[in-house]
């Protein structure tokens, strides 16, 4: 009998469309032992099962799709099916197939709510996801960990329209320019730019406060070569892709990444740099205590220095290009693994008896505790 696997993707998100892709990319490539459910997340964040889920011409003319809304169960892994208003069908869920990108997806919401639901699901944990979404706590445990990132100062909305002053002489005391403005708990360089001097900060940070409340600077490497590594779990190992050098301009735009094609730099790699890489990633993956695929995107200065530059907990098209293995066997490897992972968080130990409830009702009946 085939296990049902729950495709979620779509997401209130800016990377809504890259999550379809992925989807897409991954239902194709599904074992034939998997039954995999499509469930779309439009973008007000309504759940959504439908007919043809499959193919992209169901996304690029949405609104004459044929839905039914859905909702999961908490405290069991199913999938509820409203019919004429109420939830009653109900679907098993053996696995979720995590294909959602950015916030609402990549951020550790999905996560809790999986977790909650006993569904095993195959990305970080809901702390972990969290952590790698915010790329200035990302850049404090990087720092803890040894592990070389660019300078940067990091702020929320509210301190920038209250000491705006002070922000702006603190980037300029502590970090050199140009720097890279960016919203701190965002993907796919959505609202990123570059700011060559103080007088035009503020409106490059208003730009990137349009998408997120918290925001990060970091210095710009100059001339720098950019390189992805990914890096997936298996047996409790940190096996780590071919790493792959990106073609770009001064930043990597979102079109470089999943628009323009020619990004790919096909030129070898020196086997000890490659090395170098595969190591950092994986101390990277590592430090920030992963599951699943991650990317690793790194910053290389072309004298020595390797910047670790972000980690993207579920990357576009679950990075299976970098990868010589078929896609479906990375499927099958991220499956099995988060319901390893589940299988072994279902054997801690969540009960414990205590007299706190005795001891409570006799202060209670004493009236201790009220008037």
């Known amino acids: 009998m085939q296990e049902t696997i729950m495709v979620l993707f779509g997401g209130k998100s800016v990377e809504h469309d890259i999550s379809i892709i992925t989807a897409l990319q991954a239902i194709k490539s599904l074992p034939s032992k998997y039954q995999a459910l499509p469930v779309y997340i439009d973008e007000k964040g309504q759940w959504l099962i439908g007919e043809n889920f499959d193919k992209v011409q169901t996304f690029i003319n949405f609104k004459n799709a044929k839905v039914s809304e859905v909702t999961l169960k908490l405290g069991a892994p199913y999938l509820l099916i409203n019919k004429r208003g109420k939830f009653k069908n109900q679907i098993k869920i053996d696995c979720a197939l995590l ?14 709510l999986l977790r909650l639901c006993d569904i095993p699901f195959t990305s970080c944990t809901q702390v972990s996801s969290g952590v790698c979404m915010d790329k200035a706590l990302t850049k404090k445990i990087l720092s803890y960990h040894h592990l070389l990132t660019p300078k940067f100062v990091d702020f929320y909305a509210h301190d920038f329209n209250s000491s705006k002053f002070k922000i702006l002489q603190q980037v300029e005391k502590e970090l050199t320019f140009p720097v ?8 796919s360089s959505v609202g990123i730019s570059i700011c060559a001097d103080i007088d035009s900060l503020t409106s490059k940070i208003e730009n990137a406060l349009l998408y997120d409340n918290k925001i990060l600077i970091e210095e710009f490497i100059d001339r720098a070569r950019e390189y992805a590594c990914a890096v997936i779990k298996l047996s409790d190992r940190e096996i780590c892709s071919n790493v792959q050098e990106m073609n770009k301009g ?11 094609k020619k990004q790919q730099n096909s030129s070898k790699i020196p086997a000890s740099f490659e090395n170098k890489i595969k190591k950092l990633a994986a101390k990277t993956y590592k430090a920030l205590e992963c599951d699943g695929v991650a990317r690793v995107d790194f910053l290389s200065d072309g004298h020595g220095k390797i910047y670790v530059g972000e ?4 990357p576009g098209s679950l990075a299976f290009n970098l ?6 066997d990375l499927l099958e490897c991220l499956i099995s693994e988060a319901k390893k992972k589940m299988a ?8 414990f008896n205590s007299r706190a409830l005795e001891i409570y009702s006799q202060y209670e009946e004493s009236s201790k505790y009220t008037k």
């Open 250 to 260: 001064e930043i990597y735009t979102f079109d470089d990444k999943y628009i323009d």
């Open 311 to 314: 980690i993207n907990t579920i």
């Open 323 to 328: 990868f010589n293995e078929p896609f479906k």
């Open 344 to 351: 072994d968080e279902d054997n801690d130990c969540y009960q």
């Open 180 to 187: 890279i403005v960016k919203p701190a708990r965002l993907g």
């Open 99 to 112: 294909c959602l990108h950015g916030k609402n997806g990549e951020d550790g919401s999905v996560q809790g």
